[in-house]
């Protein structure tokens, strides 16, 4: 969530992973540093919206 989260943001050191999609599969990226209210809430209607598409036969 954010731009510190995906893309490591302004800070790159070595504390600092870049890119958490290279970790972990990521289905909606927030923009921002720290995201605003409304973006976090497109964020999660979106992932609803995911959610909401897929069929118990999609897992099998």
């Known amino acids: ?3 510190c989260a995906s893309c490591g943001g302004v ?3 070595y504390a ?4 958490v999609d ?3 599969p990521v289905d909606v990226y927030v923009s ?3 995201p605003r209210p409304e973006a976090l809430l497109h964020g ?4 609803h919206a995911k959610v909401k598409k897929e069929k118990l036969k ?3």
């Not at 600092?16 to 890119?19: A, D, N, P, S």
């Not at 999660?44 to 992932?47: A, E, K, N, S």
Request: with cysteine; aromatic share 8%.
């Open 11 to 13: 800070f790159n050191n």
């Open 16 to 19: 600092i992973l870049q890119g």
């Open 22 to 24: 290279e970790i972990v």
């Open 1 to 3: 969530m954010g731009d």
């Open 44 to 47: 999660v209607m979106t992932l």
């Open 32 to 34: 921002g540093c720290p």
């Open 58 to 60: 999609d897992w099998s």
